[in-house]
């Protein structure tokens, strides 16, 4: 067993992740995405960061994706204004985005990170030591990032209003 | 469930950098060759999504929690982020018929 669980998932969210993007259909994008943040919430489990395992499957797979999928059945979208983009572009996409691979991990060779990820204090991610964190040193941080939910949630509502009605 | 997650550490630092790498790479690479507006607005949560699993990573290495404090805040302003562009799209969609991205190139200038 021991770490193999780690680079199985990995292969998986790679995957799901390369599926989502260049699959045809944006439904399938979506379904893909939810699957990729599932294995974000394995590897969460397998770095026993509890608490941010259960943030991310409520947040991303239920709140984010709900939205995502609600807005794109709202659109109506069909195959004939499906837009696509010319083959020369795509091409250079994909050699822009392999050279930034190349250059992000051939820079990262030098520092040698190569000491195995031990976990030293077993209840690190738990929610108790999360949340005394949490409301002692980043107290400000944490109701300044309720006004930033409220203001998101206004202009959203006035930004998709009709217009005449404001 | 501490036994159990304990026997499955010991993966290499550097692996979950190559894998946040990746990861954050296609989504680069999303950004670049799609023009629906959506599938943009995913490969932007790709990338984020990565980020976040490097900050946990490297949170869970030098044993301090304020790294996951980030990673909730990161999460907190993805939400913002995905409602308010959520919304443009809409109103585009409203406006042009289309969520192709080209239609708005007259924001160049």
């Known amino acids: 067993m021991g770490?193999?669980?780690?680079?199985?998932?990995?292969?998986?969210?790679?995957?799901?992740?390369?599926?989502?993007?260049?699959?045809?259909?944006?439904?399938?994008?979506i379904l893909y995405l939810i699957l990729t943040f599932f294995t974000f919430t394995v590897h969460y489990v397998l770095l026993n960061a509890q608490f941010l395992a259960v943030v991310?499957?409520?947040?991303?797979?239920?709140?984010?994706?709900?939205?995502?999928?609600?807005?794109?059945m709202l659109l109506n979208l069909n195959k004939e204004n499906e837009p696509n983009k010319s083959a020369l572009l795509k091409i250079v996409g994909v050699i822009a985005g392999c050279c930034l691979i190349v250059t992000l991990i051939g820079s990262l060779k030098s520092v040698s990170l190569n000491d195995p990820l031990v976990l030293r204090n077993p209840n690190l991610g738990l929610v108790k030591n999360l949340g005394k964190e949490l409301f002692g040193p980043f107290m400000l941080p944490f109701e300044l990032s309720s006004i930033l939910l409220l203001s998101a949630m206004v202009g959203a509502v006035l930004l998709t209003k009709k217009e005449g009605n404001i | 469930m501490n036994n159990v997650?304990?026997?499955?550490?010991?993966?290499?630092?550097?692996?979950?950098?190559?894998?946040?790498?990746?990861?954050?790479?296609?989504?680069?690479?999303?950004?670049?060759t799609r023009r629906n507006a959506i599938v943009i607005f995913m490969s932007?949560?790709?990338?984020?999504?990565?980020?976040?699993?490097?900050?946990?990573?490297?949170?869970?290495?030098?044993n301090d929690p304020s790294g996951q404090v980030f990673v909730f805040f990161i999460m907190a302003l993805a939400a913002a982020e995905?409602?308010?562009?959520?919304?443009?799209?809409?109103?585009?969609?409203?406006?042009?018929?289309?969520?192709?991205?080209?239609?708005?190139?007259?924001?160049?200038?």
């Open chain 1, 3 to 29: 770490t193999s669980v780690f680079y199985f998932v990995a292969a998986l969210s790679i995957l799901f992740s390369l599926m989502v993007i260049f699959s045809k259909n944006p439904i399938h994008s």
């Open chain 1, 56 to 72: 991310n499957f409520i947040v991303y797979m239920g709140a984010i994706m709900v939205l995502f999928l609600f807005v794109l």
């Open chain 2, 5 to 32: 997650v304990e026997n499955l550490q010991g993966v290499p630092l550097s692996h979950y950098i190559w894998l946040s790498t990746i990861i954050f790479s296609i989504g680069v690479v999303g950004v670049l």
């Open chain 2, 44 to 62: 932007v949560e790709l990338m984020l999504n990565a980020v976040n699993l490097l900050l946990t990573a490297f949170s869970v290495h030098s």
């Open chain 2, 82 to 109: 995905v409602a308010v562009g959520l919304s443009i799209i809409v109103m585009v969609y409203r406006n042009t018929k289309s969520i192709d991205i080209n239609v708005l190139n007259r924001l160049k200038w």
